[in-house]
């Protein structure tokens, strides 16, 4: 003879009522009370049965399967635990979801989780996707860290969001995404990454000078010592040329003669200063304000 129970069944987000069950959810998974009858109605007391748990979403998405020995009391009265996974219960809170359970080939129950106003965002907490600062080193449940190795579960909603790995936010600031037309600020598309880079900016010139030079003369002293009467013959006699002197032709013996002879002239002009200004900063990899380190976690 076949059997069949009357029971309700079903996690924080549900409420299905019958005379006959009742469930809550506990901090080890969700609680399943039910009475098992038979075709006659007749409570089961005192039995053995094996019954199979499936959560699934969609046409035929699986969430959770799962078979369980339960014992029935005095009453035909029985109680279960079945446990989700943190991603179980992701996939739970973010699509609508049906739990079938079964007794051998024999269908019990094949009902959708109805949801209590607020259950989904009490379970969630925030949206999947949602990245936060975190002082710990391992993420809590429901959080992934954002370090660039950590696998996202699939299938899932995060999965569905970034792909296989988290971001890698290590030593990273967060930066709001897009064009908010400012001519100050350039754009990040969304989910990318951006390098670092310094604004176009001029320097003073500090106390660098560039000084000029030219339009001036050099003055040569020329000491004529005329002892043989003959300007010239003296400056001859000492190696000089005519364009290095200039003699007296006034004063063919004037003894000493002190005669200026300018160099030269030079047109203004600049010097080219070079090298480099003296290295100032604390680091040659990054310019930083003031931070405080955390780990960025995000939201399965």
């Known amino acids: ?24 959810v506990t901090a080890s998974g969700i609680a399943i009370q039910g009475i098992a009858r038979d075709n006659n109605n007749t ?8 019954l199979n748990f499936r959560i699934y979403y969609g046409a035929n998405n699986e969430i959770l399967d799962i078979d369980k020995t339960v ?8 109680s279960v635990i079945i446990e989700p996974d943190e991603t179980d219960r992701m996939l739970m809170a973010n699509n609508q979801s049906f739990l079938k359970i079964t007794e051998g080939t024999t269908i019990i129950s094949d009902e959708k989780f109805k949801q209590v106003p607020y259950a989904i965002s009490a379970n969630n907490g925030v949206p999947t996707g949602s990245i936060m600062p ?3 080193t391992t993420a809590p449940e429901g959080w992934l860290l954002c370090d660039g190795v950590t696998n ?3 299938p899932s909603a995060l999965y569905d969001l970034i792909g296989g790995t988290t971001p890698n936010l ?3 600031f967060l930066r709001g995404a897009g064009d908010d037309g400012r001519a100050q600020t350039e754009t990040v598309n969304l989910k990318a990454e951006q390098g670092d880079v310094f604004k176009n900016h001029l320097h003073g010139v500090g106390n660098l000078v560039n000084g000029a030079a030219g339009g001036h003369n050099h003055i040569t002293k020329f000491v004529n010592d005329d002892f043989n009467g003959s300007g010239v013959v003296a400056a001859q006699a000492r190696g000089l040329t005519a364009d ?3 003699p007296d032709v006034n004063n063919p013996n004037p003894g000493i003669v002190i005669t200026d002879v300018p160099s030269e002239s030079e047109a203004d002009h600049n010097h080219t200063i070079s090298g480099e200004t003296a290295i100032a900063g604390g680091s040659t990899t990054e310019t930083r304000p003031i931070n405080y380190g955390v780990n960025y976690i995000i939201k399965l």
């Open 1 to 24: 003879m076949k059997s069949k129970l009357l029971l309700l069944s079903f996690l924080m987000l549900l409420n299905v009522a019958t005379s006959y069950a009742q469930s809550s």
């Open 43 to 50: 409570a089961r007391l005192n039995a053995t049965l094996t």
């Open 71 to 78: 014992n029935t009391d005095a009453f035909g009265v029985f």
């Open 134 to 136: 975190y002082i710990g």
């Open 152 to 154: 996202v579960p699939n």
């Open 170 to 172: 290590r030593g990273m």
């Open 244 to 246: 290095s002197y200039t």
